[in-house]
């Protein structure tokens, strides 16, 4: 009995000994099993290629996007992805580079008066007009690979993309189901490349999407910019995120985090007039600072390395100055009026708006026009030359043609926004850049657009077909403008006239906004982008 006690003293005192280890042992490979499945991949409801993604920047934690595309088109598709996100340039890119770097000549800014999107063509007619279609198309599938580094427990994360995930699968859903009725607006016609489909992901929008404003910064380059000049949409947007329903306070709830800087303010207060000093670095410095000082702060940029923030600049050189940061410039959503591809702009993750001049801030005495019975002159253009296509423009037909209103300066006594409302196309030629509020002018006054431009992509074309009320031209195209657009049957215009009043709710500016307006729809294609990445947590390390 003796020798009994003694041994079950023994196997006790052995059983405590080893029971650490055991302890250690087990901690470990729940360790090694959380990392693993960080490194998994995610599939969507409607995925249809996966791909993977590497590089060696992220050595300490792991963690994965799984990344796809949210499309509004008539082909949805979605692309997945998992690893690092892409290398972006090098900060001797950003800071040495482009000190030698040419720009745009300041002008000022009521003759900043850059281009727009082009599109056109019958689309049930037998009139072919001429050009091809140059807008570039963002209802393809797409690749967008992000890379996310927690370094905290991501329960509320989960939480957060469980939800979006089931938002994905309502948006699908409803491409092959009856429009949900809303007595405000009912999303129809043309227009619109799969109106079910917009209306249910605008609605999931409202339901649930969650803007994290950063506090940090004083005005005027943080939480201010301009709000009645061309550059109005940018200083119009940041006013109007600080008060939205959509701001949240709590960064734990939101699906994106907004960085409130302006460009045009830090072109205006910032930027280096001296030719013999490197002009960018001040502006960028500035952003490059704010984003460490919020990165350092908050657990959210490093999270998934800017793949869930956003900024908004419609000033042309937003997408210059986003380059200061590498990741602001190849993983985050840059909302930019300046949408041109040949300049990094990427339609798969970054958000084209509509560049709207309002001379007080408003739109008073800017919106609505006659009938298409009361406008007697076929097109009208009148604006500064610059940029390589407004040039040959003026060469062909500069006052040469009655039909064809077609000005460097108007002449004395002539009002521009009276010849908007006498003309049934309103030609909206590139300058420096590839915005302009022509294109919106167009629209606020029932004249149809006639874009001329090369590597835009149109604002709001993830959701709006563009093709089915304006017409899109090449540079090929100039010298036979009349022709084309005589050729287009009157039945086809006045579609094309009809459904340009009805898009332009989309357009306006409103105080404070309305659903369906462009602040609204701005957030809408953020809330499409955030959609299409997916963000993983691990455990601590």
Known sequence: MGSWRNSATSSMKLLWLI????????????????LADGSKYYPWVWSSVITSYSSSAIKDNEAVAAVGSVSLGRRPTVVEGGGEVAEGPSEDYVFHQTSNSSYPPLAMEDEMDVELPAIAKEDDMNVTLSGPDIFVSVNQTHEFPVDARINRKSTSLDKLEARLGRARTAIKEAESRNKTHDPDYV??????????????????????????????GEPPIFHDGPCKNIYAMEGNFIYQMETTKYRTKNPEKAHVFFLPMSATMMVHYIFERNPNVDH?????????DYVDLVGSKYPFWNRSLGADHFTVACHDWGPELSKAVPYLFKNSIR???????????????????????????????ILNGPSPRYRPVL???????????????LEYWQDKDPDLQVHKYLPKGVSYMAMLRQSKYCISPSGYEVASPRMVEALYTGCVPVLIKDGYVAPFSDVL????????????????????????????????QRRGKQVRRHFEVNFPPKRYDVFHMI???????????????????
């Open 280 to 288: 960018w670095l001040p502006m960028k410095q500035t952003i490059k």
């Open 465 to 496: 077909n563009w093709k089915s009320f304006a017409v899109i031209l090449t540079v090929e195209d100039i010298p036979n403008l009349k022709q084309i657009l005589t050729g287009i049957s009157t039945r086809q215009y006045l579609r094309m």
């Open 523 to 541: 957030l809408h294609s953020v809330w499409l982008r955030r959609l299409n990445i997916r963000i993983q947590g691990v455990a601590d390390s």
């Open 335 to 365: 909302a930019l009026c300046n949408a041109n591809t040949s300049e990094g702009f990427n339609p798969t993750k970054d958000v084209s708006i509509p560049e709207i001049l309002l001379p007080d801030g408003t739109t008073r005495g």
């Open 379 to 393: 097109a009208f253009f009148a604006g500064g030359v610059h940029g390589p296509i407004r040039p040959i423009l």
């Open 19 to 34: 029971l650490p280890f055991m302890v250690v042992a087990v901690f470990i490979g729940v360790k090694k099993s959380n």
């Open 187 to 216: 999303p129809d016609g043309p227009m619109y490349w799969n109106a079910a489909a917009f209306q249910r992901s605008y609605l999931e929008m409202e339901k649930q999407f969650k803007v994290f404003v950063y506090e940090e």
